[in-house]
């Protein structure tokens, strides 16, 4: 497997992935243009944070992507597109589609309470970056592509000078959970349906 960084006319195929690899998932909902303009805007804020797995053919057969603390790009994707978002949205509701009506009751809860378990971005010490994204396709899984993807995208965080890499996940992805727990990341908040985990990188 060859990790490189991603071109801006590769957008369409990382969502390509993307779709085949989150199959029922929210995002994946959207649709393929809505999902090209979400990662776009990530692209557009920093496209170093973009990597693609390739095979021996030259196919991208994954990638990963995140964002820096300071990323503005999801409050610009969904500032951008509020309309279609919207629109798409009440498609999926109307559909009654589980994931978006779990988006809809999420946004919700998030403006009535705080969770108490929770550890706000601000709390984490030092700089930190965000693994937002990660996918490789499903006939290329199990040879510990993941896991390679995952230590170069924390090599491009060290580079930035974070001290720590944090994600989420959802409690049914299995599968993810072994793999950030197998990368040594460590679990600092739980919700009902999923789980915040961190990593020091200082010995990256």
């Not at 994954?62 to 978002?85: H, I, P, T, Y």
Request: glycine fraction near 8%; proline fraction near 1%; charged fraction near 25%.
């Amino acid at each position: 497997m060859k990790c490189r960084a991603i071109t801006e006319n590769e957008i369409r195929d990382i969502v390509s992935v993307h779709i085949q690899c989150f199959k029922g998932y929210f995002l994946t909902g959207l649709g393929e243009n809505l999902l090209c303009m979400y990662y776009q805007e990530f692209y557009n804020e920093n496209p170093n944070l973009f990597l693609v797995a390739e095979n021996d053919d030259n196919e991208i057969i994954g990638f990963v992507m995140g964002m820096l603390d300071e990323s503005q790009a999801r409050k610009n994707f969904e500032k951008n597109n509020k309309s279609l978002l919207f629109a798409r949205l009440l498609k999926m509701c109307l559909r009654i589609d589980g994931n978006a009506w779990k988006r809809v009751a999420g946004r919700v809860r998030s403006k009535l309470s705080v969770r108490k378990d929770a550890i706000s971005a601000s709390e984490l010490p030092g700089k930190f970056g965000s693994l937002l994204s990660i996918a490789v396709l499903p006939d290329f899984s199990g040879h510990g592509y993941g896991q390679d993807l995952v230590r170069s995208y924390e090599n491009l965080l060290v580079r930035y000078g974070c001290e720590y890499c944090r994600l989420s996940v959802q409690l049914s992805n299995i599968n993810a959970i072994k793999l950030y727990e197998k990368c040594g990341y460590e679990e600092y908040s739980r919700s009902a349906d999923g789980i915040s985990y961190k990593r020091a990188l200082v010995n990256v």
